[in-house]
Structure formats: C-alpha cells, structure tokens
C-alpha cells in the first residue's frame, strides 16, 4: 500500500501528546533540573518529526518510481511475446510448404513441429518474471531457433523450395521476426536493468520487499545462437545413414544457419 501523509499526522499527535504530557508533570525535581526544559524538549520532538516526515516522504516516491519502472518492464514483455508469437504462427505455413518438397527431411520437420509445442507450452505471466521462470522460456525458444535455422539451412539444398514465392517469403518473414525479436529483448533487458538497479538502491531496497517488487531475470546470450546447424549433403551413395540428398542438389559442405 502507497505510504500516506495521515501516518505523519497521527505521528505529531502522538508527540504533542507526549510533550504535554512531560509539561505536566513538571515538578520540583524538573524545575531544578535545566537539562530537560521544554524548549530543548520540543527542538528535539520536532527534529525527530522531520526524519520522520523526509523517512516516509522517500518511501512515497520510490513506491511511485518502483510502480513506473514495473510498469515498463510489463510493457516491454509484452512486446517480446508478441514478436515470438508471430515466429510461432509463421511456422505451420513454413511447414506445409516445405513438405511439398520430394524427400525433405521428415525429421527436421517432426523437430520443428514438437520445439513449437514446447515452446507455446511455455507461458510466464508478467508478474512473475523470475530469473528461472525466464530461463525456462528462453530455453524453449531456443530450442525452436535451433529448429528453424537447421530447417531453413536443409531448404537451401532443395532447388524447388529455393524458387517457391511462397517459401520466399515465408523465409523473409521469420527472418525479419527474428530481427524484431532481438530487438524487443535488447528493449525488455534495459527495462529490467533500470527496475532492479532503482529497487535495489538505498532506500529503495528497505521497502522493495515490502510493497512487493522482487528483482526480475533477465534474457542471457544463447551459447547456441553463434553455432550454425550442420547439415551434411552427400552423395545420394556415399550418403551416410540419416542424411538426405536433396532432387538435383550436388554436393555441398555444411550450410550456414539462418540468419
């Protein structure tokens, strides 16, 4: 709950109360003794007020800076799941285009379709953006990217899909939602930087906690973005066990990954 002015209020009630309390009983004994008098008394009370009143007015704006910057980090997740749910619905069509092609890999298409699966099965809510809730849907997606890029690297060898508009464009399209994903990341990272760096500042840290805004996780370079599939194109005799030799295509070494 915001920290309210009433608090300070009812806090200065309280003191006044006290110090007319001491003026009452004020007796022989605090009559002799000018180490306590009632001006010293109240200079003191009043210096107390104010820590008091400064203490709860920081505890105000940082509850409001912590509600804005929260509020960004949602915003910029929201943008991350729109960009990857994009990817998701561009894959079915991807798929069906690709079987059209005479001996495509089946497996690559079956790894595809289940890394889609998981990765849909996946959902965070934006309240609860832990680092290991985040971990695990990075790691789903990741295993879709990976996916993709073999699929998109074993479509190179086939002639057929290569002059396929409708390929094309599908492949232009994930390639630019790719684009757009790690843009929304980068945005979603920077927005969780400033949050946990302004939460764990002091005073901010006293009362994060409190109010309810824990530190949130953050998306990490995969270890697996920087290495291209392998695909190994042979002879259509020298092939090994579970390789496929694309109609027309001759021999090529590993192709690169998608972009």
């Known amino acids: ?31 002799h003794n000018h180490l306590i008098s009632f001006p010293w008394l109240m200079k003191r009370l009043l210096l107390y007020f104010a820590a008091l ?3 709860l007015s920081q505890s105000s704006c940082g509850y409001n800076g912590m509600v804005q910057r929260d509020q960004a980090v949602k915003t910029q997740w929201a943008n991350v799941q729109s960009a990857y749910q994009r990817r998701s619905d561009l894959i079915p069509n991807l798929v069906n285009t690709v ?29 609860n953006l832990t680092p290991e809730n985040l971990q695990k849907f990075q790691q789903a997606q990741g295993q879709l990217s990976q996916g993709l890029g073999r699929l998109l690297a074993v479509a190179e060898n086939y002639p057929q899909l290569r002059a396929n508009e409708n390929f094309q464009e599908l492949q232009a399209q994930i390639e630019g939602t790719e684009n757009r994903i790690n843009v929304a990341r980068n945005d979603f990272n920077q927005s969780v930087n400033d949050y946990n760096t302004f939460t764990r500042s002091f005073p901010n840290n006293l009362f994060a906690g409190m109010f309810g805004f824990p530190p949130k996780g953050y998306f990490e370079a995969d270890p697996n973005a920087q290495k291209a599939p392998t695909v190994d194109f042979g002879d259509a005799n020298s092939a090994p066990s579970g390789t496929t030799t694309a109609p027309g295509a001759t021999s090529s070494p590993s192709m690169p990954g998608a972009k």
């Open 53 to 55: 009143l400064t203490l």
């Open 99 to 127: 079987k059209g092609a005479a001996n495509f890999e089946k497996s690559t298409l079956e790894g595809v379709v289940e890394a889609r699966a998981k990765a849909t099965s996946v959902n965070i809510s934006a309240d």
């Open 1 to 31: 709950m915001q920290p309210s002015y009433s608090t300070a209020r009812g806090c200065l009630r309280i003191l006044r109360q006290l110090a007319l309390g001491l003026t009452q009983v004020r007796g022989a004994k605090l009559a």
